[in-house]
């Protein structure tokens, strides 16, 4: 696929065999058009190129620093070439993608619906787990990426991107706390709570400053999918308590109402988007974590 001059690939080959006639039978041209290109050249250049011995052709200074650029040229533009095939390889492809429930809701399917118009032949293979199935199956490179909140420290994956998002207390729009700029999780104790079942991390710390001091509370209902918990929230049933990943749609709509929690003992929740750590990602699934990374680094923050 030529786009240079045919004069510098005529020199590179016969630079490598050292023989215009050699080099004239390898492309396949004659000898005395390759002889006349080399001549135009060293007229150009003002300095011969090569010194003319009885057993062949050995460069001058002159021809010796020509090479180099002429080489350069020639791998750069293979380097190119290379590049327009690596684009034409993305026009395809299967990102395989391992999540947790929370991202599921809105977050995920909308990323993959607007990385889709630009890449429409790139399809998804999307499973939702719980954290530590994300994490096995991106170790396992059964997975391409992976979302979730709070992954461990030296997980066996790699890390792209992470930001910490505020917990919130979740309800309905018509709720006494709805109108509230923050509130503290003392504060949503007199109302139904739903909180997550005690498999679940954040059980452990909504019980450490819920039961404070010496108060058991009870949930009204408990579950292990935030899911339903949402649901049970947007219905009036009482107050649960997660970030804002997940309930964009019902704040646009204003079915739910988000207000962050002040608890100056509450740590934010960290959201995270992986990948295997163990081989190299493909074309479409590199692009697809570039998407993620831009949009959780541009969108998300601990307010």
């Given at each position: 696929m030529p786009l240079h001059a045919s004069v510098l690939y005529y020199f590179d080959m016969v630079v490598r065999l050292g023989s215009m006639r050699q080099a004239a039978d390898r492309l396949n041209v004659a000898s005395s058009a390759i002889n006349r290109q080399i001549i135009n050249l060293e007229n150009d250049i003002g300095s011969p190129l090569f010194e003319r011995l009885p057993r062949g052709l050995r460069l001058t200074p002159a021809g010796e620093v020509l090479i180099r650029h002429v080489r350069d040229t020639l791998r750069n533009f293979d380097s190119a070439l290379a590049d327009i095939e690596d684009l034409r390889d993305l026009r395809k492809g299967v990102v395989a993608v391992a999540a947790v429930e929370g991202v599921a809701a809105d977050f995920l399917p909308r990323e993959i619906s607007d990385f889709h118009k630009s890449y429409p032949g790139i399809s998804f293979a999307v499973s939702i787990f719980e954290s530590d199935k994300v994490l096995s199956m991106l170790r396992s490179n059964s997975a391409d990426v992976g979302l979730m909140f709070n992954p461990p420290p030296r997980s066996g994956v790699k890390m792209e991107v992470s930001v910490p998002l505020r917990i919130g207390a979740i309800m309905s729009p018509n709720h006494p706390l709805a109108k509230r700029k923050a509130v503290r999780l003392a504060e949503c104790k007199p109302y139904p709570l739903i909180l997550p079942d005690i498999t679940h991390p954040n059980r452990r710390w909504l019980n450490?400053?819920?039961?404070?001091?010496?108060?058991?509370?009870?949930?009204?209902?408990?579950?292990?999918?935030?899911?339903?918990?949402?649901?049970?929230?947007?219905?009036?049933?009482?107050?649960?308590?997660?970030?804002?990943?997940?309930?964009?749609?019902?704040?646009?709509?204003?079915?739910?109402?988000?207000?962050?929690?002040?608890?100056?003992?509450?740590?934010?929740?960290?959201?995270?988007?992986?990948?295997?750590?163990?081989?190299?990602?493909?074309?479409?699934?590199?692009?697809?974590?570039k998407a993620l990374r831009d949009k959780v680094s541009r969108s998300w923050v601990a307010t």
């Open positions: 450490s400053i819920l039961n404070y001091p010496n108060r058991e509370v009870a949930p009204l209902a408990s579950s292990n999918s935030f899911q339903l918990m949402r649901a049970l929230s947007k219905y009036g049933f009482g107050i649960a308590f997660q970030t804002l990943v997940g309930i964009e749609e019902e704040i646009r709509n204003k079915d739910l109402t988000y207000v962050p929690l002040s608890d100056r003992s509450l740590k934010a929740s960290v959201l995270a988007v992986i990948s295997r750590g163990k081989s190299a990602l493909s074309g479409p699934a590199s692009l697809f974590v």
